[in-house]
């Protein structure tokens, strides 16, 4: 009697037990969707990353090429008066393009860039820049640095000019801007 109850309650879980299969698919399910969408948000993230690492490496590199394209047309500049900043006119071929330091502070990046004078650099001073001739989104300016002291003009040699190069660029929504220092001898 004892050992037909057993049976009879061995009959009854596991007739009871039918449900529990499909609980545990669902919660699998469920856990294998977790997964997925964790999974989903990490790609769309690291995509986001390369996206902005690429947009970064484009806009350095045209800051960069802006900045060097002022450094050519300096070196490839034969006429004095073009390389000296106060003496560039309307229709000098670097007009645009270079500027004199300010005398005070010569190492001042945003007085020397502050093109229109209104004490600070903005994107109005970046629009007077001169526009690159590879790519119309990259400006360029070149700073002439005021002659140091005691470096005066001797009859065996010339004196020794420098300059400050600035390449900036929006390109792709990115802002970028690249200053190379040149000496040239005159």
Known sequence: MISETVKRYKMKSIANQEGVAIV????????????????????????????SEAVFEQSFFFAEAGALEGVQKLENETKPEELLAPLIEA???????????NEEEPKD??????????????????????????????????????????????????RLYEYMSYGMTEA?????????????RF
């Open 172 to 184: 792709n929504g990115g802002d970028s801007m690249i200053k190379i220092g040149y000496r040239k």
């Open 91 to 101: 229709t000098s071929n670097n007009e645009g393009l270079l500027v004199a330091a």
């Open 24 to 51: 545990t698919v669902l919660l699998l399910l469920m856990l294998l969707i977790l997964v997925g969408v964790t999974a989903t948000k990490t790609v769309i993230n690291e995509k986001r990353i390369v996206r």
């Open 109 to 158: 990046d945003e007085i020397n860039l502050d093109k229109d004078a209104d004490g600070d650099f903005d994107k109005d001073d970046v629009a007077l820049a001169q526009v690159s001739d590879t790519n119309p989104e990259t400006k360029r300016v070149v700073v002439q640095m005021p002659i140091p002291p005691g470096s005066s003009l001797g009859l065996g040699s010339s």
